[in-house]
């Protein structure tokens, strides 16, 4: 309850102009999850950085046509979703390939990458991750990297909570099975 | 088995059909997935230091910068949609191959005023090419020309010294 008045407080500073500090806030309190939300889908740490500057960019500007029907965290999870589905996909044209094939190319530049400090294990498991359907990527990467509960994904997904068990339970099995393959 | 013969069913909780049966195979997956993956949920990206602690003013300072305007023709694509797009105007709605004017509706006028303005491009001896004899003949018939016209049309036209020679 104390969540929902500091939340419906934040959203009627951010309408209001000057909104500086409520801007700030808003950035301090949700930078780190929609960032490694990004990081999950875009790999790289640039890329990364500039979709979520992106992300905040376009809530700054729409703030004023949040309507609050669905919670903030909700909104902003699937702006950055969507956000980052976007730069996938313009890359991906830009490079004249698919998106299976972008991702490919992303996983196996990891090993170079700067900022990418996993192990044979972690690679591996990132390319299972990416054989795996759209939206139980999502679902596994969300429950497991950024242990977002079953209701708040419930939210984000407007999908019932019965179903995203089931599919994080067959996201696993089917990245068991692929580690085992290989 | 004697042991689930033991378990006491006389409570009001319910579990959904097959729970325990999936609940086994969820357990058992989950398992293997811990055997081969390990503890640890890191995907093992990083950051760079003091990253977050500057981000906030960074992306406030970009909202403070004015909108950039994005030009319509900033590719060469939109060029040459627009070219396209152009042309297909001009031959659709213009139309500039319509023929739809027909030589009957003409007036004389406008006709003499080509005729007049083009002359140096149609002699005589191109109508003459461009005609039947019968269409001369008829031409002949139709214009019926007073003496006075012939005179001023003599005056206006010709030179007395070529007629001296003639």
């Known amino acids: 309850m104390q969540t929902q008045i500091i939340e419906s407080q934040l959203i009627d500073d951010l309408k209001k102009q000057p909104n500086h500090a ?11 999850r929609l960032y490694w939300h990004i990081r999950q889908m875009v790999k790289n740490h ?5 979709v979520l500057q992106n992300v905040f960019i376009k809530v700054h500007r729409s703030i004023h046509s949040f309507k609050g029907d669905s919670k903030l965290y909700t909104w902003l999870y699937r702006i950055a979703t969507n956000e980052a589905i976007t730069f996938l ?15 490919d190319r992303l996983i196996n530049s990891l090993e170079s990458d700067l900022y990418f400090e996993g192990d044979e294990i972690q690679i591996q498991l990132q390319k299972a991750i990416q054989t795996l359907p759209e939206k139980q990527q999502t679902v596994f990467r969300m429950k497991y990297f950024q242990d977002i509960t079953y209701e708040e994904l419930s939210e984000i997904t407007d999908t019932s909570v019965g179903a995203l068990k089931s599919s994080y339970h067959i996201a696993t099995k089917k990245i068991t099975d692929y580690l085992k393959s290989t | 088995m004697e042991d689930s013969k033991n378990i006491s069913k006389n409570n009001d ?22 055997e081969i993956v390990g503890l640890k ?9 003091d990253y977050f602690s500057n981000f906030s003013q960074k992306v406030l300072q970009q909202t403070q910068q004015p909108t950039k305007v994005v030009s319509l023709f900033k590719s060469k694509w939109m060029y040459a949609v627009a070219s396209i797009a152009a042309i297909l105007l001009f031959i659709f709605v213009l139309n500039p191959f319509s023929t739809t004017t027909t030589f009957d509706s003409l007036e004389n006028d406008t006709i003499a005023a080509y005729l007049e303005t083009n002359n140096s491009f149609l002699s005589a001896y191109d109508l003459g090419e461009l005609l039947t004899d019968e269409e001369l003949e008829n031409l002949s018939n139709e214009i019926q020309l007073e003496d006075t016209e012939v005179i001023d049309y003599l005056n206006t036209t010709t030179d007395p010294y070529d007629l001296m020679i003639q």
């Open chain 1, 46 to 50: 640039e890329d990364t950085d500039d």
């Open chain 2, 13 to 34: 909780y319910k579990v959904p059909e097959n729970y325990f049966i999936n609940f086994q195979e969820r357990l058992q997956v989950q398992i293997e997935f811990e």
């Open chain 1, 89 to 103: 996909n313009k890359r991906a044209k830009q490079y004249h390939i698919s998106s299976e094939a972008l991702q």
């Open chain 1, 22 to 32: 409520a801007f700030t806030i808003l950035v301090e309190k949700y930078q780190e």
């Open chain 2, 41 to 49: 949920k890191e995907a093992g990206f990083t950051v760079p230091d």
